[in-house]
Each structure stands twice: as C-alpha cells, then as structure tokens.
C-alpha cells in the first residue's frame, strides 16, 4: 500500500506533523467533505496531504460503507440556473448537524443532473455529457454522443467493482409507433474515444424513473401495457448483456400495479410496490438474483400531504393518486435509525417513523420548490481514484 504524502515542517502543521500516518488518515477519512475542502484552505502541506490518492480513496470508502447519508439537489427552475445543492442528512433530528451548502455553477450553461456514482455527477447540456465532481469542481467532457441527449430515453452512469471501469450508457427509444417497440442502446468506457452501439432490446424503457445500480448492474423498471407487467430489466456493466430480474410473486399473474420505482436500501436491490389497499410497500432483494429472497419489509400509508405542498401540487397529488397510488411518493433511502426518507412530487422531503407510523417534513433555508434529487456521495473523488 502507498504512504501518505509527508508534511512539510511548517508553523500551523507541527501537531500534525507529530501524529503516526495511520492515525492522520484514519481522522481526515472520517471527516464530511466539507470539512476537508475547507482544510485545504490552511497551508499548502494540508493541501498536498488532502489530496493524496490514498486519503482520497480511504475517505471515499468510509463515505460510501459508513459514512454519511448525503443527497444533491438541484432546481427545475430555469430562472435559478438549475442550481445545484448538497444535503447531508447524518442526523434529520439535529438541525446544527444538517450541512446544507449551494455549490458553485457556471451560470452560462444550462446543465441537467443526470445520475450519480461513487461521488461523481453525470450532466448533461446542449452540446452532450460530462462527468463533474461539484466538490473538486473537476469535469470531464465525453465524446460526441451518436445520438442527441435530449432524444427519448435514459442516461445511466455507473461502475462496475472488478473491471475498475465507469460506464455511461445511453438508452434510445424511437419516437415512431412500433408494434414491437425495441430501445437501442449506446454505451461508452470512459476513457474511450467513442461511443459503441451495442444493439437493440425489445422493451420499452420510457418510464422516467431512476436507475438502480446494485452488483456491477443497472437497474430499470419497463413501461407497462395493455397485456404486459412492468418488468425488471438489468443491464452488467461487465458484460454488457441484458437480462430479466425476477420479481416476487406479488407482481405475478399480469398485474401492472405493482412495482413503481426502484432504490437500493443497505446495498440490497429494493422496489417501492403498490395495490389496491393505497398502500406504499417497500420489497427488498436479500439474496441478488433469488426470487424467493424478495421480502416487504415496510409499508407506508399515503393519507399524508406535506404542508408546503402549494394548492397547485395538491391537485397534481390528487390526480396522481387517482390514477396510480402511491406514484407521487418515492423511497431516497433507509436511515441509520430505520427511519425512512421519501419524495413528494419533487417538491418535499418527509421521514416516516415505521415504529409509530408518522411523518416529518424536512425544510432548510434557499431550499428549491421544486427539484430533482439523487443519493450523493460527497467526496474528493475522481475517475481514476482507486475504488476498493
């Protein structure tokens, strides 16, 4: 294993300077990345020291396996440059403990937050894609796309642990009326030179939900119709073959009402799962790919509006509801307290207590009405950071 960088002998790094390597590292790789950008800000020796690979790797995993449950945020509001915010939410129930910071943007582009990975944002923009870590403020533009961004489909963004290798793959969905509507798929190494078509797949994946990326593999829910469920569809980033995930017998027997949206939850595939009893259950996958390891492990009633949700929103809430229960309300994640962290309507952050059953809107200053949200680990990261 590497060794840390060796501080420079100066006046404000002394203390330090007196500390084993091992005991530094274990102290800087437990601090929030904020607290590292603004540590940089002491002295050049601190400088070098945070920015070492080692540091930066070590910290990264302790982010990811312990560290801190922390999202990005950014506006849908054109008149607000789609700006980007970070929320760490270590502990809900201490407002001092919730670190709410507004990242710097360049107000000259127009960028949309596509997908996060091991601390780095996917954007996109009008001339194409980039990879963006919004702490460092390091960026990297991709190769030109075979097909616009702005077409029909999704952008996925992920990594795969034995390869090493981070892909973005970008799946196409023609507009024309097909009986047999078949997505092509383009995908691209970063690092690569171009971008690789790598065939068509015979689902419709239009439905604007998240991805899940969970065993070196994305996640989608396809589109149901008049004769087919939605199914779970995977994509591995090693091999890049596409395959079916069983669901469990609750969405068996045609039923298109049933798994609305995906998450991962303590590193397990989950689904948010809707009936007739208006109910919201979350179904995990224990055991990756065994169908008989899905189990529901909560369920979340949908009688409760966030206050400030404005009379515009509960109308929108309402015709959601009707039309698909619970379709309005979304799992983030699981918190260390098992408390449960859900979406309104892009509009609300709520935590549910499944012990008592009741909920808590959560609300910071210069927080968007109106937003797009992802689970962010916030670190020093970069592409070629070594991930263990």
């Known amino acids: 294993m590497s060794k840390l960088v060796k501080i420079e002998q100066q006046p404000t790094t002394k203390i330090m300077d007196k500390l084993p390597q091992e005991i530094i590292l274990r102290i800087l790789s437990r601090l929030p990345v904020t607290s590292l950008l603004q540590s940089m800000s002491v002295c050049r020796a601190w400088r070098r020291l945070i920015q070492d690979p080692l540091l930066v790797s070590t910290h990264f995993s302790h982010m990811a396996d312990h560290g801190r449950l922390s999202f990005i945020f950014q506006s849908n509001r054109p008149n607000s440059s789609y700006q980007l915010f970070f929320i760490d939410f270590s502990d809900v129930h201490r407002e001092e403990k919730v670190t709410f910071k507004k990242i710097p943007a360049d107000p000259s582009m127009a960028m949309f937050m596509v997908d996060s990975c091991n601390g780095l944002l996917c954007m996109r923009y009008s001339r194409g894609i980039y990879i963006y870590n919004p702490f460092t403020r390091l960026y990297l533009h991709l190769p030109k796309m075979q097909y616009p961004a702005q077409v029909v489909g999704h952008i996925a963004f992920g990594f795969h642990q034995t390869t090493k290798q981070y892909k973005v793959v970008h799946v196409i969905v023609p507009t024309r009326r097909r009986l047999v509507l078949q997505s092509e798929v383009c995908v691209l190494t970063i690092g690569d030179p171009s971008w690789r078509n790598i065939g068509t797949l015979p689902y419709d994946l239009t439905r604007p939900m998240p991805k899940a990326l969970v065993n070196g593999r994305l996640h989608w829910l396809s589109k149901p119709n008049n004769t087919t469920a939605s199914l779970l569809i995977s ?8 395959q079916e995930v ?16 995906l998450m991962v939850l303590r590193g397990c595939l989950s689904a948010g799962a809707y009936h007739v009893n208006e109910e919201l259950e979350i179904w995990v996958m224990k055991e990756y790919g065994i169908k008989e390891s899905w189990i529901k492990e909560f369920s979340i009633g949908t009688n409760y509006l966030p206050p400030t949700l404005q009379q515009k929103d509960l109308l929108h809430f309402n015709n959601a509801k009707a039309r698909f229960p619970n379709s309005s309300v979304r799992v983030l994640c699981i918190l260390r307290n098992d408390e449960i962290l859900l979406e309104y309507l892009n509009r609300a952050v709520v935590v549910f207590n499944p012990r008592y059953g009741t909920f808590k809107e959560l609300t910071f200053h210069e927080m968007p009405h109106w937003y797009t949200i992802v689970v962010h680990v916030g670190s020093l990261n970069w592409i070629d950071t070594p991930v263990y």
């Open 246 to 261: 069983p669901k469990p017998d609750c969405c068996g027997g045609g039923s298109d009402r049933c798994f609305h949206h």
């Open 235 to 242: 994509f591995d980033l090693q091999t890049e073959q596409f």
